[in-house]
T-cell receptor, first 115, second 114 residues
Framework: KNQVEQSPQSLIILEGKNCTLQ??????????LRWYKQDTGRGPVSLTI?????NTKSNGRYTATLDADTKQSSLHITASQLSDSASYIC??????????????FGRGTSLIVHP | DTGVSQDPRHKITKRGQNVTFRCDPI?????LYWYRQTLGQGPEFLTY????????KSRLLSDRFSAERPKGSFSTLEIQRTEQGDSAMYLC????????????FGPGTRLLVL
């Protein structure tokens, strides 16, 4: 069964500090992994996308890594800001050769940045 | 605004009533997805369309749920005989396909069944 596990479930940090969120997956065959940011009451917004051959991708203060061998990914947030407070969701999509396009979503990590 | 739009943004209904939600995807996107999200959880896949064809449906999509995309553009999700357990955020996303497909999400419709 395809699964995506995220940790920690929630995280509280002080403004300006760095943090790292983790994602482990069992989706196979693998196509791509994306990190989304979801503000409360809003739809998710894509931050990064990585395919099998990519092991790091940056988007401003967000840097995602991917280890396709261990099936792990991380999202590192540098110099956190109050506006980073949100849920961060890891999403893994299967390759179409497996017969499905349906992505598997993690439950998300809820990040709170305090002033 | 050329993003994904959903209507209504909020819906309160009584148990047993029918409700219908609409999603307008990004115009050039041929794939459209419906998800349901409850508090503290990630989105759960419900169904997806490629153009007007409904290609996959989750087992979560009971016979009370039906979705259509009649002309391959906008889509509707109808819930018949709503139950309190249907209370959730219903998200629509569209995508253009490919190995690096990114789904663009709408703002969601929040449903509360009393």
């Amino acid at each position: 069964k395809n699964q995506v596990e995220q940790s920690p479930q929630s995280l509280i940090i002080l403004e300006g500090k760095n943090c790292t969120l983790q994602c482990n997956y069992t989706v196979s065959p693998f196509s791509n992994l994306r990190w989304y940011k979801q503000d409360t009451g809003r739809g998710p917004v894509s931050l990064t996308i990585m395919t099998f051959s990519e092991n790091t991708k940056s988007n401003g203060r967000y840097t995602a890594t991917l280890d396709a061998d261990t099936k792990q990914s991380s999202l590192h947030i540098t110099a956190s800001q109050l506006s980073d407070s949100a849920s961060y969701i890891c999403v893994v999509s299967p390759h179409a050769s497996g017969g499905s396009y349906i992505p598997t979503f993690g439950r998300g990590t809820s990040l709170i940045v305090h002033p | 605004d050329t993003g994904v739009s959903q209507d209504p943004r909020h819906k309160i209904t009584k148990r047993g009533q029918n409700v219908t939600f609409r999603c307008d995807p990004i115009s050039e996107h041929n794939r459209l997805y419906w998800y349901r999200q409850t508090l503290g959880q990630g989105p759960e896949f419900l169904t997806y369309f490629q153009n007007e064809a409904q290609l996959e449906k989750s087992r979560l999509l009971s016979d009370r749920f039906s979705a259509e995309r009649p002309k391959g553009s906008f889509s509707t999700l109808e819930i018949q005989r709503t139950e309190q357990g249907d209370s959730a955020m219903y998200l629509c996303a569209s995508a253009s396909g490919g190995a690096r497909e990114t789904q663009y999400f709408g703002p969601g419709t929040r449903l509360l069944v009393l």
